[in-house]
T-cell receptor, first 114, second 112 residues
């Protein structure tokens, strides 16, 4: 079946611009996660949705980062006034939502801020 | 806070060699422990897991045992193949939460 889909796969933007990254989870998965992975590092937690609501957004680095999941399926990660330090691979994962359910990851969006 | 520490890579082995990738953790309560693998060009995928002390997770010839006394979850395989070349991530999930915490990853390269 279809896995987690992330678009675009690559995004290059100029410092100060606004970007949106999209995640389409596996159908029926109620939980959705955003992680950020910098070069040579492991995935760093950003935010977790259960259904439409953000159950834990403690990993968002500052108020330039925001994520939504209005219908409990597709999610968009929004970054305002991008900075060079935002350059990373942004990973989305979904799961069935029960505690300990395995995460299914997309291939990520590589964001480069010039 | 909770954290995972993995041995640094890259690890380079010949085919059929024995593999160990070390992972230790710091956590409050009793976490579940996981190994995820990322093959070239693919997303991370679950390799194995263990949810309580002394449990052994296994899959595709890989094994890891949850050792509470040493707070470790080392990944082992008796005979690696070229197709095992990938990046391996150790992760934990603290009981009662949904936030997975990952290690920095260990790159494995297996030579024919």
């Amino acid at each position: 079946g279809a896995g987690v889909s992330q678009t675009p796969s690559n995004k290059v933007t100029e410092k100060g611009k606004y970007v949106e990254l999209r995640c389409d989870p596996i159908s029926g998965h109620t939980a959705l996660y955003w992680y950020r992975q910098s070069l040579g590092q492991g995935p760093e937690f950003l935010i977790y949705f259960q259904g439409t609501g953000a159950a834990d957004d403690s990993g968002l680095p500052n108020d330039r980062f925001f994520a939504v999941r209005p219908e409990g399926s597709v999610s968009t990660l929004k970054i305002q006034r991008t900075e060079r330090g935002d350059s990373a691979v942004y990973l989305c994962a979904s799961s069935l939502g029960s505690q300990g359910s395995p995460l299914h990851f997309g291939n990520g969006t590589r964001l480069t801020v010039t | 806070g909770d954290s995972v520490t993995q041995m640094e890579g890259p690890v380079t082995l010949s085919e059929e060699a024995f593999l160990t990738i070390n992972c230790t953790y710091t956590a409050t309560g009793y976490p579940s422990l996981f190994w995820y693998v990322q093959y070239p060009g693919e997303g991370l995928q679950l390799l194995l897991k263990a949810t309580k002390a002394d449990d052994k997770g296994s899959n595709k010839g890989f094994e890891a045992t949850y050792r509470k006394e040493t707070t470790s979850f080392h990944l082992e395989k008796g005979s690696v193949q070229v197709s095992d070349s990938a990046v391996y991530f150790c992760a934990l999930l603290t009981s009662g939460t949904y936030k997975y915490i990952f290690g920095t990853g260990t790159r494995l390269k297996v030579l024919a």
